[in-house]
């Protein structure tokens, strides 16, 4: 028998190339889910069925097997390591970003904004800012205090195939439905944190090829770029070859642009990877820009049903009439801006020399 893999989920986004990843070193792989969700990527493995919520579906499930590897990409954390106490060889767990201070409400901070970049040694939130990023972290400490040489990941948010809060959907529906203009918050200039399912999904299994480096620590994935909302919503507008407008406004009247921004304000929210590249040697195996193109390709030829479930978790009603409302006011309160009476408009300064440059004369001192 060969070294044994567990992946608890499987299912999900990054379930199927950790599973194939995993198969392709030579392990054999078992994945447990719910049974709710199979799909073909995976057929191949064995599949247990449980409840991986719960510690006593767990160990119904698992019986008295052993693993070389368990990656915990789904379930409740802190039942799985109990259950797997002096069964696994190496346990890698998937948490997230918003165990930071600040992540979900970024006006802890004074200003407000959580850092920039944001280190896996930043501060954590604390129970009285935000009971659920606290219990995020309380349970990461939980993880370590019984497997000290555990390798944790706080994912960001998740793109591609089989996500069920495609962010991307927000801009493909409203290209599909050939909408005129999208508006975008503060002209859509913020950086959220994102991983693509191939990369993210690479990222750990680089802490399995590597386990000496990867146990005992703790690493932020994430796409190496960092794109903006805007950027996005450009590359999937030239992928989709569609003519819009792209309207940009004040984030609290940009209603419509709420479940881009993902949060009530557009401050940034960028944690930083270098540890995983530093530690594990990690790069993208797709780029985001080509990340971006593949997930708008999956959502069209898997396009979520209209008011089905993913819709209700991106919280979007794609009320195209109310946005229609706004953008036309908008446009026109903007249209005739006023004369300032500006004897001479204020420049970028003199180090900058891009495009709207101010022309002045020269002086030459001879």
């Known amino acids: 028998m060969g070294n044994q893999a567990l992946v608890i989920g499987g299912t999900g986004p990054t379930g199927p190339p950790l599973a194939l990843g995993l198969a392709s070193r030579g392990y054999d792989v078992t994945l447990l889910h719910s049974g709710n969700h199979e799909v073909p990527e995976v057929a191949e493995f064995r599949h247990l069925h449980g409840d991986v919520f719960s510690e006593e579906g767990l160990r119904e499930a698992i019986g008295d097997s052993s693993f070389d590897v368990v990656v915990a990409s789904y379930g409740r954390l802190r039942s799985i390591a109990d259950v797997l106490l002096g069964r696994v060889g190496h346990l890698l767990s998937i948490g997230g970003a918003p165990v930071y201070r600040g992540f979900f409400d970024p006006a802890v901070h004074v200003p407000p904004g959580l850092p920039v970049p944001t280190r896996e040694d930043a501060e954590l939130a604390n129970e ?120 940009s406004m004040p984030a609290d009247l940009a209603l419509p642009a709420r479940p881009l921004m993902m949060n009530y304000r557009t401050t940034h929210r960028v944690v930083d990877t270098a540890k995983l590249r530093d530690l594990l040697g990690y790069r993208d195996v797709v780029p985001a820009r080509q990340a971006v193109r593949l997930a708008t390709q999956w959502l069209v030829a898997n396009p979520p049903e209209l008011g089905g479930y993913e819709e209700g978790a991106l919280q979007d009603p794609f009320d195209y009439e109310a946005e229609d409302r706004l953008v036309a006011w908008w446009k026109k309160a903007t249209a005739n801006p006023p004369d300032l009476g500006y004897d001479e408009l204020p420049g970028y300064g003199k180090s900058y020399a891009g495009p709207g440059t101010r022309n002045v004369r020269a002086t030459t001192r001879i």
């Open 128 to 247: 009285a800012d935000d009971g659920k990023s606290y219990r995020i972290g309380r349970t990461e400490q939980m993880l370590f205090e019984a497997h000290p040489n555990a390798t944790h990941f706080r994912y960001p948010y998740v793109y591609g195939p089989r996500q069920l809060a495609p962010r991307e959907w927000c801009v493909v529906r409203r290209i599909l439905d050939g909408r005129p203009h999208i508006v975008l918050p503060d002209d859509g200039l913020s950086l959220i944190p994102f991983g693509y399912v191939d990369n993210l999904a690479h990222a750990i299994l680089l802490a399995v090829d590597q386990p000496d480096a990867a146990m005992g620590e703790i690493f932020n994935c994430g796409d190496d770029e960092k794109l903006t909302i805007r950027q996005v919503v450009e590359i999937i507008t030239d992928e989709l070859d569609h003519t819009w407008d792209l309207v």
